[in-house]
């Protein structure tokens, strides 16, 4: 489910999995037997296409590991080496209506009870030892919690890195849609990986912006794009978290159930790190005080792709050595830890490991639970004259609470289509480009902090609440913060996206009376470990996306996938920051 920090609507640049993010597995194979078109037949009479990998000289009955995939067995050859090389046996299996299997693909629904059946049948097998496993990230990060709640007997741990959250941050975030659906849609359509259309960026921003130019439907991008489809047709008809979605993950009551250990992997740039922290989170919440004990986080300074194969380069920001953790042989210990007789990884010194990003830090840091990482909550109050509109004259977050203050106002135009010009021109450095920062054409208000007095470690959430009003039922806002080191440069370090009609429930919407004072709570933002320099700013940007790479909310208030220009309206929207109204940034604080 790649979308290169597709949550960092401002700065979008669309990229693709290679290889389904397969990577290289590192480690020269030590003799390894394939077969190829192995079929695995489940409840309902429909056989599953797998690739199998065993080590050459088997001496008897194996743990078994394998990968659930929309994305064709193939694309995970390197990994099925590696885990075959290293003692166990491996297969890559295509999911349902993909690559060779039988069946009609239908994203999400069908991978639990298949996959259930895939760990059965696998347990019975001459080369299993009747422990099964999985590995794989994203869309396969998913699979991994969709077969938890079926509770298969022979399932002895799950490994789920950068793991999609139906409901959550699919197929947008915080109901907002992404147009890189109808791009992933159409790389698993029909049973061919489809992989070159799905990596031609420039023929999908060519359709993007001819959505965005135009001021056509969102509902309309799948026929724009050249694949009318069903399954991004019925994906815009569940516009909210509901049953649909609900049906295809865990419910509070079988996180209960759980009893065998997990590692949960993800990155502070990884588009799916709420879909991966949603899980956890909820295990944490529901699950018993024994299973949450044997259940490991880690998050690394990676984006997506970089939850599998590490990379210290992301969106223009470069990490230290110990940020590229070989994930490949974490896999292993891991393994070896809870199916054979081995020890438990040494990197993993507690239950959580966190890395500390930024000059003087580059480092792994442990903590028994995120609760314990942050010592102190700072609060950091909006202040201004009334105009703060610019990044050159912004209004100011300071440590105390604004007494009779003017409002900020800003004005955001659904019809305005030069910010595409902006994000057309924005290159990799997704997370250092300030252009759309420094052009918000009015679209936006800004506050900057003091100099840090000295250097501050800041890990984990932050929290924004907020008092606007506005003159339209409906518009989306996007809150981001950003450090402005002494030399100029910024870094992004979390970002939140929300639609007015949802600021109280995603499952229920409210549409705002205009005039109205509200208060909105972002509290959605990326978990996030930064050692802000000392001299650095911190900067937080308000504004309504306007992207190409986002479903455009056109401010009237009915259905957003159906609005279009004819629906436009245009918003003017007060921010208020005074005794009675007190807007906040909240942040965690290391000391």
């Keep these: 489910m790649k979308k290169l920090c597709a949550l960092w609507a401002a700065f979008v640049v669309l990229a693709f999995p290679l290889a389904s993010s397969a990577g290289q597995a590192g480690e020269p194979s030590k003799g390894v037997s394939i077969q190829w078109g192995v079929k695995i037949p489940v409840r309902d009479g429909i056989q599953l296409n797998g690739t199998l990998y065993k080590p050459k000289e088997i001496q008897g009955p194996l743990p078994v590991i394998f990968t659930f995939t929309p994305y064709i067995a193939d694309s995970y050859h390197e990994r099925g080496m590696y885990f075959a090389s290293n003692g166990y046996v491996f297969l890559g299996i295509d999911v349902r209506g993909r690559g060779n299997s ?55 741990t799950i490994v789920p890195a950068a793991a999609v959250h139906p409901g959550v941050n699919f197929p947008g975030m915080n109901n907002i849609f992404m147009s890189y659906e109808i791009q992933w849609d159409t790389y698993t359509s029909g049973v061919t990986s489809n992989l070159k259309l799905f990596g031609d960026e420039g023929y999908w921003k060519d359709k993007f912006l001819e959505m965005y130019l135009k001021h056509l ?11 009318p489809s069903a399954v991004f047709q019925k994906l815009v008809s569940h516009p909210i978290p509901d049953a649909y979605y609900d049906a295809m993950i865990p419910r509070d009551e079988e996180y209960k159930r759980i009893s065998f250990p997990i590692l949960t992997i993800t990155g502070h740039y990884d588009d799916d790190q709420p879909g991966a922290m949603e899980y956890y989170k909820r295990h944490m919440t529901y699950g018993s005080e024994d299973a949450k004990a044997n259940h490991f986080l880690i998050i690394g300074p990676w984006d997506h792709a970089g939850t599998r194969t590490p990379n210290r380069d992301v969106g223009g920001l470069r990490f230290g050595e110990a940020s590229l953790v070989d994930l490949n042989k974490l896999h292993k210990e891991w393994y070896d830890w809870t199916m054979k007789d081995g020890r438990k990884p040494d990197f993993l010194k ?56 003017e409002p ?53 959430y932050a929290k924004f609440t907020c008092w606007m009003a506005m003159d339209i039922p409906d518009t989306d806002f996007q809150v981001t913060v950003f450090e402005i080191m002494p030399e100029g440069t910024s870094v992004v370090l979390t970002q939140d996206l929300m639609r007015a009609r949802y600021r109280e429930s995603l499952r229920q919407e409210k549409l705002v009376k205009p005039g109205e004072i509200n208060r909105y709570e972002f509290k959605s933002f990326n978990w996030f470990s930064r050692r802000v320099s000392k001299g650095s700013r911190l900067r937080l940007l308000l504004k309504s996306p306007n992207s190409y790479a986002l479903q455009k909310n056109y401010n009237s208030g009915g259905v957003v996938a159906d609005e279009s220009a004819k629906d436009a309206r245009t918003a003017h929207v007060n921010v208020y920051h005074d005794a009675q109204h007190p807007s906040v940034l909240e942040l965690p604080v290391v000391k």
């Excluded at 259930?116 to 991994?144: C, I, P, R």
């Excluded at 800003?410 to 994000?423: G, K, N």
Aim: contains cysteine; negative net charge.
């Design 408 to 460: 900020d106002h800003y004005v955001y135009d659904p019809l305005d289509t030069r910010p595409a010009e902006v994000e057309h021109a924005a290159g990799e450095n997704i997370l250092t480009d300030q252009r759309s920062a420094l052009n918000l054409l009015g679209n936006g208000v800004v506050y900057h902090s003091e100099p840090f007095a000295e250097a501050t470690e800041i890990s984990g």
């Design 350 to 405: 507690k239950r959580v490991a966190y890395y500390v990003v930024g000059p003087g830090a580059e480092c792994w840091k442990y903590a028994d639970d995120l609760e314990a990482i942050a010592s102190e909550k700072r609060l950091m109050y909006l202040h201004s004259n009334g105009a703060a509109n610019d990044a050159f004259s912004s209004g100011t977050l300071g440590l105390g609470k604004p007494l009779k203050e």
């Design 217 to 227: 439907p969102f509902r309309e991008l799948d026929r724009i794009s050249g694949n």
């Design 102 to 156: 039988e069946g009609v693909f239908e994203p999400f629904v069908n991978e639990g009870k298949d996959g259930h059946d895939v760990v059965e049948w696998l347990a019975q097998q001459s080369w299993s030892n009747g422990k099964v496993t999985m590995w794989g990230g994203s869309y396969a990060g998913f699979d991994q919690w969709a077969v938890v709640k079926e509770f298969p007997a022979h399932l002895a």
